[in-house]
């Protein structure tokens, strides 16, 4: 669902999902590429790519640190010793 507001609304979605800096540098984007998308068509995408990229990025570190703190709380998995 977050992807889909980040696609549709780039700063709301970066918001909602804790970026505030993230947030305020697409809107500020978002303007630019508004006035400049008038004449460059393909700029009106780079909002909506930068939010879906930034709210990937935010989510596999997520996973990332919930793994870490698995291998530190429980040892390495035993495949890891092959």
């Not at 909602?16 to 995408?45: K, M, R, T």
Request: proline share 9%.
């Amino acid at each position: 669902m977050i992807y889909l507001l980040a696609a549709l609304v780039p700063p709301l979605g970066l918001l909602f999902n804790g970026q505030p800096f993230a947030a305020i540098f697409n809107l500020l984007l978002s303007v630019v590429c508004i006035i400049l998308g008038l004449f460059f068509h393909f700029l009106l995408l780079v909002p909506s790519a930068h939010a879906l990229i930034a709210v990937h990025m935010r989510r596999e570190d997520r996973r990332h640190r919930e793994v870490v703190d698995a291998i530190r709380r429980y040892g390495p998995p035993p495949s890891a010793w092959r």
